[in-house]
Nanobody, 121 residues
Protein backbone atom coordinates (compact mmCIF):
# COMPACT_ATOMS: atom_id res chain seq x y z
CA UNK A 1 0.00 0.00 0.00
CA UNK A 2 1.04 3.61 -0.64
CA UNK A 3 1.56 5.94 2.32
CA UNK A 4 0.96 9.70 1.99
CA UNK A 5 1.97 12.02 4.85
CA UNK A 6 1.43 15.79 5.10
CA UNK A 7 3.33 18.07 7.47
CA UNK A 8 3.95 21.75 8.15
CA UNK A 9 0.54 22.79 9.41
CA UNK A 10 0.61 25.34 12.20
CA UNK A 11 -1.04 28.38 13.74
CA UNK A 12 -0.05 31.63 12.05
CA UNK A 13 -1.08 35.27 12.12
CA UNK A 14 -2.98 36.83 9.23
CA UNK A 15 -0.54 37.99 6.58
CA UNK A 16 2.07 35.42 7.53
CA UNK A 17 3.53 32.51 5.60
CA UNK A 18 3.59 28.76 5.91
CA UNK A 19 4.95 25.87 3.85
CA UNK A 20 3.24 22.51 3.73
CA UNK A 21 4.98 19.32 2.63
CA UNK A 22 3.67 15.99 1.40
CA UNK A 23 5.82 12.87 1.14
CA UNK A 24 4.53 9.79 -0.63
CA UNK A 25 6.02 6.31 -0.75
CA UNK A 26 5.65 6.04 -4.51
CA UNK A 27 7.84 4.91 -7.37
CA UNK A 28 9.49 8.01 -8.92
CA UNK A 29 9.80 6.12 -12.19
CA UNK A 30 6.01 6.13 -12.51
CA UNK A 31 3.90 9.19 -13.39
CA UNK A 32 1.88 11.01 -10.73
CA UNK A 33 -0.31 14.09 -10.49
CA UNK A 34 -0.18 15.71 -7.05
CA UNK A 35 -2.85 17.96 -5.54
CA UNK A 36 -3.76 19.88 -2.40
CA UNK A 37 -7.31 20.11 -1.05
CA UNK A 38 -8.69 21.68 2.12
CA UNK A 39 -11.75 21.15 4.25
CA UNK A 40 -13.50 23.05 7.03
CA UNK A 41 -15.66 21.00 9.43
CA UNK A 42 -19.22 20.77 8.13
CA UNK A 43 -18.25 21.85 4.62
CA UNK A 44 -17.29 20.06 1.43
CA UNK A 45 -13.64 19.41 0.65
CA UNK A 46 -12.43 21.95 -1.91
CA UNK A 47 -9.66 22.02 -4.47
CA UNK A 48 -6.66 24.25 -3.70
CA UNK A 49 -3.87 23.46 -6.16
CA UNK A 50 -2.52 20.78 -8.47
CA UNK A 51 0.73 20.06 -10.26
CA UNK A 52 0.85 17.45 -12.98
CA UNK A 53 3.60 15.20 -14.28
CA UNK A 54 4.78 17.94 -16.65
CA UNK A 55 5.11 20.34 -13.66
CA UNK A 56 2.18 22.46 -14.84
CA UNK A 57 0.50 24.14 -11.83
CA UNK A 58 -3.17 24.96 -11.37
CA UNK A 59 -4.77 27.02 -8.57
CA UNK A 60 -8.16 27.79 -7.15
CA UNK A 61 -9.15 31.43 -7.65
CA UNK A 62 -9.18 31.98 -3.88
CA UNK A 63 -5.43 31.28 -3.56
CA UNK A 64 -4.16 32.56 -6.91
CA UNK A 65 -1.15 34.83 -6.44
CA UNK A 66 -0.69 33.85 -2.79
CA UNK A 67 0.03 30.10 -2.88
CA UNK A 68 2.67 28.27 -4.91
CA UNK A 69 2.76 24.54 -5.54
CA UNK A 70 5.98 22.72 -6.43
CA UNK A 71 7.29 19.17 -6.48
CA UNK A 72 10.52 17.26 -6.24
CA UNK A 73 10.02 14.12 -8.31
CA UNK A 74 13.27 12.52 -7.14
CA UNK A 75 12.17 12.78 -3.49
CA UNK A 76 8.47 12.13 -4.30
CA UNK A 77 7.58 15.29 -2.40
CA UNK A 78 5.09 18.06 -3.14
CA UNK A 79 5.05 21.46 -1.40
CA UNK A 80 2.51 24.21 -0.92
CA UNK A 81 4.00 27.62 -0.11
CA UNK A 82 1.31 29.76 1.50
CA UNK A 83 1.93 33.52 1.62
CA UNK A 84 -0.22 36.40 2.87
CA UNK A 85 -2.61 33.99 4.54
CA UNK A 86 -6.07 35.01 5.76
CA UNK A 87 -8.47 33.52 8.33
CA UNK A 88 -10.42 32.06 5.39
CA UNK A 89 -7.41 29.81 4.73
CA UNK A 90 -8.03 28.03 8.04
CA UNK A 91 -8.74 24.38 7.24
CA UNK A 92 -7.42 20.86 7.27
CA UNK A 93 -5.16 20.53 4.23
CA UNK A 94 -4.99 17.18 2.42
CA UNK A 95 -2.52 15.87 -0.13
CA UNK A 96 -3.78 13.68 -2.98
CA UNK A 97 -1.62 11.51 -5.22
CA UNK A 98 -2.99 10.16 -8.49
CA UNK A 99 -0.76 7.74 -10.35
CA UNK A 100 -1.24 7.24 -14.07
CA UNK A 101 -1.10 3.60 -15.09
CA UNK A 102 0.92 2.11 -17.88
CA UNK A 103 2.34 -1.31 -18.68
CA UNK A 104 4.51 -1.39 -15.54
CA UNK A 105 2.83 1.11 -13.18
CA UNK A 106 -0.58 0.51 -11.56
CA UNK A 107 -3.11 3.32 -11.44
CA UNK A 108 -4.39 4.54 -8.05
CA UNK A 109 -5.51 7.56 -6.05
CA UNK A 110 -4.38 8.00 -2.44
CA UNK A 111 -5.15 10.68 0.15
CA UNK A 112 -3.13 11.71 3.18
CA UNK A 113 -4.66 12.19 6.61
CA UNK A 114 -4.30 15.97 6.61
CA UNK A 115 -2.42 18.74 8.40
CA UNK A 116 -4.18 21.58 10.21
CA UNK A 117 -3.63 25.23 9.28
CA UNK A 118 -5.10 27.91 11.55
CA UNK A 119 -4.88 31.61 10.68
CA UNK A 120 -5.75 34.18 13.34
CA UNK A 121 -6.65 37.81 12.73
Amino acid sequence: QVHVAESGGDSVQEGGSLRLSCVASIDPRCLQDMSWYRQVPGQEREFVSEIDNFLRPRYADSVMGRFTISRNAGETTVYLQMNNVTPEDTAMYYCKIHQLGDYRCPTFTQWGQGTQVTVSS
